[in-house]
């Protein structure tokens, strides 16, 4: 007769570090790809366009363990899925309620964006870095003018991001690989609907914090809202959003000493694309430790973008990350799947 085997729990899950598993490889293409167009937006004399230039670097964060020509496809998709979000972002970017005209839209956004990531089977998984795209986009004021600038900003990056996505073996790599889209794989994921549902709501309600609230930094809110969704059932939504709390914290110590510096310009862009580089050798190990580092890059490249004290980007961090989980939290239990005895497959 087999024994089950324990159940672990959610919180001891939270200390887990995984392998290497190459990660060099996807830190130093996510590094060059980040680093190049921001250095051509400073050299242009368009520092205003380095928000967008970053997100569409993001698109090399795809298909890290991924044969190169599934890479490629991956971050094609994604890449094209980013530059759309800093468009729409960018169109409510330039009207005065653009706060409240970003609930709506940013919460079909997600709730689209997960479907196409599930359609592309996509890794990371969830809507995060789309989320990202759309709200950070949205929520720094531009002219309408500025839009075509912005679109071309994100859609260089991407391109750029594509171009480095060959080169570099990883663990799968080896015979010939297909990779197509399939409308039958995602009709056949039961927990594609409750996942809509759950961004729906809480990236709407995020929306809702957001408007009403005030706060400097909005976007934030709905990435950390973002965060736990991401992760495919309640074990690890509850990890991943404990790994959260625990990273930005120990991020928000490392970012205090990063803004301290105030680095500038080009030396900026440095401190960037090196933090970029620890973010992605770390992030896939354990998300918390990823955290340290992206923490204090985001707050960097939020602060060229929408200059503050450091007191004040800090604590709005910290407020921001605690509203964005709460929110998060509350729309994993309400849209919840729970299981019959029936549902339960047996081990054995």
């Known amino acids: 007769m087999t024994q089950a085997t324990p159940t672990r729990s959610w919180w001891a899950a939270v200390f887990d570090v995984g392998p290497h598993a190459g990660a060099h490889w996807t830190a130093l293409r996510a590094s060059l790809a980040i680093f190049v167009p921001l250095v051509a937006c400073l050299a242009s004399g368009r520092g205003d366009l380095l928000l967008y230039a970053a997100i569409g670097a993001f698109a090399a964060l795809y298909g890290r363990h991924e044969p190169a020509r599934v890479r490629l496809a991956m971050q094609a998709q994604a890449g094209a899925v980013l530059v759309v979000g800093v468009v729409v972002g960018a169109l409510v970017a330039t009207v005065p309620f653009r706060l409240w005209?970003?609930?709506?839209?940013?919460?079909?956004?997600?709730?689209?964006?997960?479907?196409?990531?599930?359609?592309?089977?996509?890794?990371p998984a969830g809507a995060l870095n789309p989320v990202f795209a759309l709200t950070a986009s949205a929520t720094v004021p531009i002219a309408l003018s500025t839009?075509?600038?912005?679109?071309?900003?994100?859609?260089?990056?991407?391109?750029?991001a594509l171009m480095l996505a060959l080169p570099g073996r990883t663990a799968r790599d080896g015979g010939p690989v297909g990779y197509r889209l399939s409308w039958r794989d995602l009709r056949r994921s039961d927990p594609v609907g409750r996942h809509v549902a759950r961004y729906l709501l809480g990236i709407?309600?995020?929306?809702?914090?957001?408007?009403?609230?005030?706060?400097?930094?909005?976007?934030?809110?709905?990435?950390?809202?973002?965060?736990?969704?991401?992760?495919?059932?309640?074990?690890?939504?509850?990890?991943?959003?404990?790994?959260?709390?625990?990273?930005?914290?120990?991020?928000?110590?490392?970012?205090?000493?990063?803004?301290?510096?105030?680095?500038?310009?080009?030396?900026?862009?440095?401190?960037?694309?090196?933090?970029?580089?620890?973010?992605?050798?770390?992030?896939?190990?354990?998300?918390?430790?990823?955290?340290?580092?992206?923490?204090?890059?985001?707050?960097?490249?939020?602060?060229?973008?929408?200059?503050?004290?450091?007191?004040?980007?800090?604590?709005?961090?910290?407020?921001?990350?605690?509203?964005?989980?709460t929110i998060a939290l509350a729309a994993t239990v309400i849209t919840h799947e729970r299981r019959t005895p029936t549902q339960v497959s047996r081990r054995g």
């Open 101 to 123: 005209l970003l609930v709506p839209i940013a919460a079909v956004w997600a709730g689209v964006a997960v479907v196409l990531a599930e359609l592309g089977r996509w890794h």
């Open 147 to 160: 839009v075509p600038a912005a679109a071309l900003a994100a859609a260089g990056a991407a391109v750029f």
């Open 204 to 325: 709407a309600a995020a929306g809702l914090a957001v408007a009403t609230s005030g706060i400097g930094h909005p976007y934030w809110t709905f990435v950390t809202a973002s965060v736990p969704m991401s992760a495919p059932d309640l074990h690890a939504r509850l990890t991943r959003a404990a790994q959260r709390v625990i990273g930005t914290a120990a991020g928000l110590g490392a970012a205090a000493l990063v803004l301290a510096a105030h680095p500038s310009s080009y030396a900026a862009i440095i401190v960037i694309a090196v933090l970029q580089a620890c973010t992605e050798l770390t992030t896939g190990r354990n998300y918390s430790l990823g955290l340290v580092f992206f923490t204090p890059m985001a707050l960097l490249l939020g602060d060229l973008m929408l200059p503050a004290s450091i007191g004040t980007l800090l604590a709005q961090r910290a407020l921001e990350t605690l509203i964005g989980l």
